[in-house]
């Protein structure tokens, strides 16, 4: 039988104007380590209304393709109701990122995150400026 077990960490991402985006995954596989937890799950959350977290293949292609669909969805050249009130050109980084959404949630197998062989985690900055994003990520499970 596991002794359940729950960890926290924080990690910092240095991230340029939107979008932009940094593979986390040896990061979080590192809190893994240091959790110590055998089964269980990896939770991660972007602070802050202009990031996001998902899964892609982390190679040039796929962000490329992934920064154009992410501008098709919400293109920073539209009106959005946000600018009428802060005028401070981001009101498509709000939609962008709630889009994509803040948080993603891991499965941990004998000790490792469960990622398919071309499946890294990375976070997005959606913003008009350079951001330093914070990821709170909680591991619970047995150890």
Avoid at 40 to 64: N, Q
Avoid at 77 to 101: F, I, K, P, R, T
Wanted: hydrophobic letters at 40%.
């Amino acid at each position: 039988m596991h002794t359940a077990t729950v960890y926290c960490d924080r990690l910092e991402v240095s991230l340029n104007v939107g979008p932009d985006l940094a593979d986390i995954t040896g990061s979080l596989e590192a809190i893994v380590d240091k959790a110590g937890v055998e089964d269980g799950s990896l939770h991660a959350t972007v602070i802050g209304s202009t990031g996001s977290i998902t899964t892609i293949e982390f190679e040039p292609g796929v962000v490329k393709d992934l920064k154009a669909a992410i501008e098709r969805l919400a293109p920073r050249d539209m009106v959005y109701a946000h600018e009428q009130a802060w005028h401070d050109g981001n009101g498509h980084s709000h939609v962008q990122a709630a889009l994509l959404g803040p948080s993603i949630v891991v499965p941990i197998r004998k000790g490792s995150l469960v990622l398919g062989t071309w499946q890294q985690v990375v976070v997005i900055n959606h913003d008009n400026k350079r951001r330093k994003r914070h990821v709170e990520v909680t591991v619970i499970g047995g150890v």
